[in-house]
């Protein structure tokens, strides 16, 4: 598996993912929340599949 997503970019989904999760059990407790499982999920693995299809790295080049 290629990662295409830099730390940057991996440090802003997962913060965005636990918020959104979050949501589902302080503030206004809807399901919606659950949606925060994707980009937090795209941050442990390092790997976008969007990006992928796009052509995008957001990861310095070795």
Do not use: E, H
Not at 36 to 45: K, Y
Not at 46 to 58: D, F, H, Q, R, V
């Amino acid at each position: 598996m290629t990662v295409n997503m830099g730390s940057a970019d991996r440090i802003i989904r997962a913060i965005v993912g636990v918020v959104l999760i979050a949501l589902v059990f302080v503030g206004p407790q809807t399901a919606w929340g659950w949606i925060g499982i994707v980009p937090l999920a795209t941050a442990l693995m390092g790997k976008c599949p969007a990006y992928s299809i796009l052509g995008i790295k957001t990861c310095k080049k070795k």
